[in-house]
């Protein structure tokens, strides 16, 4: 099983320890990809992952990547967030926070 491992924000939340910890944690059960390009929210990347895990923080995705995240929820995808959630739906280009 693929498993994308989303991570990004300021040092304090995004450091080397934690994407260590999160990987190996992840990689135990999952073939893990882990990305901080936000470039990488597309349908067609997402379609490739069985689970989506959002570690990413104060970064603004745009509303096509936003709603990107959100098809895989749709097609009952799993996915785990711990310090990010997405925005309410019809909210625009909000801050993950």
Do not use: C
């Not at 990689?27 to 901080?36: A, C, E, G, L, Y």
């Not at 992952?49 to 995808?77: C, S």
Request: hydrophobic share 40%.
């Amino acid at each position: 099983m693929k498993a994308l491992l989303l991570v990004g924000g300021p040092a304090y939340h995004d450091s080397p320890q934690h994407r260590a910890i999160l990987s190996g944690f992840l990689s135990k059960q999952f073939d893990v990809t882990m990305t901080d390009d936000l470039g990488a929210l597309t349908p067609d990347s997402l379609a490739e992952y069985q689970v989506i895990v959002n570690f990413m923080t104060f970064l603004e995705p745009t509303d096509a990547q936003i709603n990107a995240l959100r098809m895989p929820l749709r097609g009952a995808k799993g996915s785990w967030g711990s310090a990010a959630r997405l925005p309410p739906s019809g909210s625009s280009r909000a801050t993950w926070r």
